[in-house]
């Protein structure tokens, strides 16, 4: 006999422990329940009791059923059996496409070969409505001509240079020729955009070049002396190209603006005082300068004083860090050149005494990291030291006439040593193309030559591939604008040149080759009623001179203007004392009251001759004085009325 479970409600007790599930359904059919275990679910459905029961806490909570879309679930297997299907569909189509291919060639053959068709070939697919192989393939090609067509411009940009010999890849098509003065050109800076040129000459000159604003007639729109009575050594932009340092022969580098004002003047030091790094700026003529290619604040000078300098903008009052480079035995040496490298970590400088020193930029600099003595000949200056754009290779250009490239990795030997290179300049520099695979240096002219000529070598073969004639002078700095694909030459006549392609330059000089320059016309305007100004009349018309030559003239003759001096008095009439005499002793007599009127141009002889006869007959003032000593007069007579009047006597023979 089987007992009945209790049950209350949904909720039941099943005694009988051997009881099949099914049966337990049905009981619990009715009533609260029943106690003991509950019937075991599947995991899906007790999930989404789950869910439905978090779904309706929120919605009770927040007013919002779900916080949006569930994750959804990827079966891994299936997707990689589609790709698989996908993979083997494509290589079919490809199949497909070369047998259709090779059909058409084949068919093409056969019509060529049959002579007794006439006319002309009936066009496949005419009778399906399915397009034909031959369609597909040509569709297939559209596709790929779209393909390369998007390309086209990376094909252009790239792989033309892959294609290209060393020698084509030099712009030098065509050339500009602009006139800074008639110094040498001993500086040169392009800012990073390519907008504008800076100059900068022996002269004390900078010249300031607008590309964009320039016209055919290739004038600069501000030349300046920054420094006064010194001659410009060098010229850089910032990597930001919003300021430009100036390195003179003075002890002080300046920084200009775009535009060519001062922007900040570094201090001099103190030039008493032995040790350079207790001094707060160069105490020496500077020979150069040069940016940090990534911290736009910063830049570093070199002078004669011995010492490296590295400044910052917000602080020219005192200098940054202090480098010394030393000689073989500890004296110091004088720097000539001063170069970052591309990623800024290094220091590197060319001295007199014939060696290049590099420091870590990111370590104190008491200890150089790289040393190579006797890289250059002694007592000579390294006029230029230039990092590769890879970075791993470095050229220095020394004025014993060679340029020499170096391996950083193996920085023992020269890779090549290029001979018989003549510089007469200290800032004769060298550089690399853009994709490195050319160094180029220029060339002073030599007793015999006519021509300065930029010369081109080969990083790889070490052979010349080609040099370029640029003027009747000296070819001092040069610069390869890599944004704008342009070279920009500074000659010892004072001309800038600048060799550009047609075809692979960029803006630059192609600007302003294009625009006219035209005189501006004055517009005349005719009105028709006349217009009567008070200064238009003969009475206050003032006469106009078309130069000022003549008008200076005319103030000349006017003795206002001119505020002539009183003239000297030349008589006793319209003189200042005309009325009282024309000297000072009349000036005198007439002024003592004496009423005879002196004359003072009657000769004085005849003036005492007219009283002699009155003397004579009347003694009054001379006579009654020699009356009692001197009675008669003693006349001096003439012993021979025939010999000489004169009072001396002749010497007896």
Known sequence: MSKKPISFGKISFNLKKDADTNKNDEQTASGFGTFGRTPIQEQKEIEEIAEDLENQHVQQVMGIKNFGKKAKNFNIEEMMEQARKTASEVNKRKLEIEDSKKAVETEEVHESDDEDLIGPPLPPGLFQGAPSETDKVREVDKNKEDESDEDSYDELSGSDDEELSLEKRIPN????????????VVALAVDPSGARLATGSIDYDVSFWDFAGMDSSLRSFRTLQPCENHPIKALQYSATGDSILVVSGSAQAKVLDRDGFEVLECVKGDQYITDMARTKGHTASLNSGCWHPHIREEFMTCAQDGTLRLWVTENPKQHKAVIKPRQQGGLK???TSCVFSRDGNTVACGCYDGSIQMWDHRRNFVNTTLVLRDAHQKQSEISSVAYSYLGSFIASRGNDDTLKLWDLRNF?????????????????????????????????????????????????????????????????????????????VGCGNGVVKCYYDQKRSLRGAKLCIVKIHRKKHSVEVVSSQQIITPHALPLFR???????????????????KSRRPDLPITSGQGGRVAASGSTLSSFVIRNLGLSKRVDDEQDPR????????????????????????QPETIFQYNESEDGPSDAKKQKQS
């Not at 090549?416 to 193309?433: A, G, H, I, M, P």
């Not at 003694?619 to 004085?625: G, K, L």
Request: proline share 5%; with cysteine; hydrophobic share 30%.
């Open 606 to 629: 005849e003036a005492i001759l007219k009283y002699a006869k009155e003397a004579e007959e009347n003694p009054f003032w001379v006579a009654p004085a020699y009356k009692k000593t």
């Open 333 to 335: 040496t004088s720097p």
């Open 542 to 560: 003032q006469e106009k001179l078309r130069t000022s030559k003549k008008k200076m003239e005319k103030d000349r003759l006017d003795p206002v």
């Open 173 to 184: 098509t065509h050339e500009v020729e602009m006139q800074h003065g008639t110094k040498a």
């Open 412 to 488: 023992k030997k020269p890779l090549k040593v290029f001979d018989n290179l003549f510089s007469r300049y200290e800032q004769t520099d060298c550089s690399f193309s853009p994709d490195d695979s050319m160094v180029f240096t220029g060339e002073s002219l030599q007793k015999g030559q006519d021509v300065g000529r930029l010369l081109f070598y080969n990083t790889k073969t070490y052979e010349p591939v080609m040099h370029l004639d640029v003027t009747k002078s000296h070819v001092i700095k040069c610069i390869w604008h890599a944004k704008l694909n342009q070279i920009f």
